[in-house]
Each structure stands twice: as structure tokens, then as C-alpha cells.
């Protein structure tokens, strides 16, 4: 549960400093994008995760590493199942909030 807390709370910074740096001169990107981008570059840092986990298990080799091998494919595992929940809730979420705006849109 912390984690997603963490995780939320993480993606909610990252959007309002890339909110609130476009709002001073830049693209002019709406907050929808912005919001997407955030949640890109969270999915992005647990993707960089989860390639140094692989290539962690690469180096682990020979009887020696037995244990550790083990101990890192467990990890990877999930940490790969946490990539998954959070690129569907990530798609989820987007494809949520487009729709609504679209829905909005169409009453206006």
C-alpha cells in the first residue's frame, strides 16, 4: 500500500513541476500530456529497474551464485509484476481521462 503511495504521490510531483514549468513559457502542453509524461517517467525509472535486475542476473553464474541467482530472479519477478500493475493502471487512468474529456467535449 505504501508503495503505491509513494508511487502516486511521486507521479503527482512530477506532473506539477512539468505542469508548472510549461505554464511559464513552455510548449504549452495541456495537463492531460503533462500528466502522461509523469507517469511515463515513473514507468520509465521501474523499466531501468528491472533491466539492471536482468543484467544482475546475468553476472550470477556458477554454484557459488546458486543463492543469489535465486534471491535476484525473486526480485525481478516482482518488481516485473509491479511494472505490469503500473503500466495498466497508468493505461487505465489515461485512457479514463480522455474519455471523460471527450464525453465533456460532446455536452459542450
Keep these: 500500500?505504501?508503495?503505491?503511495?509513494?508511487v502516486n504521490l511521486q507521479i503527482a510531483q512530477t506532473g506539477l513541476d512539468s505542469i508548472s514549468s510549461e505554464g511559464k513559457g513552455?510548449?504549452?502542453?495541456?495537463w492531460l500530456v503533462a500528466?502522461?509524461?509523469?507517469?511515463?517517467?515513473i514507468l520509465g525509472e521501474k523499466a531501468q529497474k528491472l533491466?539492471?535486475?536482468?543484467?544482475k542476473l546475468n553476472g550470477l553464474t556458477g554454484k557459488?551464485?546458486?543463492q543469489k541467482f535465486s534471491a535476484t530472479q525473486t526480485e525481478f519477478q516482482a518488481?516485473?509484476?509491479?511494472f505490469n500493475m503500473?503500466?495498466?493502471t497508468i493505461s487505465t487512468a489515461i485512457k479514463s481521462i480522455g474519455e471523460g474529456l471527450a464525453a465533456n467535449a460532446r455536452k459542450q
Design 1 to 6: 500500500m505504501s508503495v503505491n503511495f509513494e
Design 26 to 30: 513552455g510548449k504549452g502542453e495541456s
Design 35 to 41: 500528466i502522461a509524461k509523469a507517469m511515463g517517467s
Design 51 to 55: 533491466n539492471d535486475l536482468s543484467e
Design 64 to 66: 557459488d551464485d546458486a
Design 79 to 82: 518488481e516485473s509484476q509491479m
Design 86 to 88: 503500473l503500466s495498466n
